[in-house]
């Protein structure tokens, strides 16, 4: 299977073009997300994971990302990235807003990403995943990110933005990115544990479980932004 090119096997121009798209891409997040009048609903969630002495593995939307991108920067928490074409630009801007890239998705390089998730959970680290990336279906969760809760033993938390007024774009995912001066809407759920040693069928009972929770946790977001606008 191909892998993405790494930047030290790209050409001069090529890693000019690499660096002016990161550097572009996180000036203008910073510069746009400095406008936003920003809300956190359920923070005490991420308290009650680490007073158990665990680690948050935060799953989201990829539909609903910016906003998260923004204000969960600088906190060095670990994040898949897919592996197609435009993940490299994705890692890069990632980086520089203080993420930590981990390259692979549910489609490639799953199972080796999943691991190497495991190990920066037992390393300290928050991780974060989005359980319908890359390329959708949208809205439906993934295994992977059942897999990964129950072999480390820490805890999935949904979390969602939203924001009014925003763009929505066309896309599978119909992304959104708040409009200047918006008002953002951040919101987590509640913990959401995974037994170990689960077979597969009871692996599926808590996907669906969780696929569920994470859509009324989405829709009750978008009810409160839309009631304060």
């Not at 203008?28 to 158990?52: D, H, I, N, Y």
């Not at 692979?104 to 199972?111: K, N, P």
Request: charged share 25%.
């Amino acid at each position: 299977m191909p892998k993405t090119k790494s930047l030290g096997r790209l050409s001069f121009g090529q890693r000019l073009k690499f660096f002016c798209i990161r550097m572009l891409g996180v000036l203008f997040l910073l510069a746009l997300g400095g406008t936003w009048r920003l809300r956190f609903r359920g923070l005490a969630f991420e308290q009650a994971v680490r007073s158990r002495g665990h680690r948050p593995i935060y799953a989201f939307w990829h539909g609903r990302l910016l906003a998260l991108a923004y204000s969960y920067r600088a906190r060095k928490i670990q994040v898949m990235i897919s592996e197609h074409g435009d993940g490299e630009i994705i890692a890069q801007i990632t980086s520089q807003l203080g993420f930590g890239p981990v390259r692979g998705s549910t489609t490639r390089g799953g199972l080796r990403a999943m691991r190497a998730l495991g190990r920066r959970l037992l390393g300290g680290f928050d991780v974060g995943i989005t359980p319908d990336g890359p390329r959708g279906p949208r809205h439906v969760a993934q295994a992977g990110a059942i897999y990964i809760a129950m072999r480390t033993g820490h805890p999935l938390v949904p979390i969602t933005s939203t924001a009014w007024p925003r763009w929505t774009f066309s896309s599978w995912d119909r992304f959104i990115m708040p409009k200047p001066f918006a008002d953002v809407l951040v919101r987590l759920g509640e913990p959401f544990y995974v037994p170990p040693g689960l077979d597969e069928k009871r692996r599926e009972e808590y996907r669906q479980r969780f696929e569920k929770e994470m859509i009324e946790l989405l829709e009750a977001a978008d009810r409160e932004i839309a009631a304060g606008s």
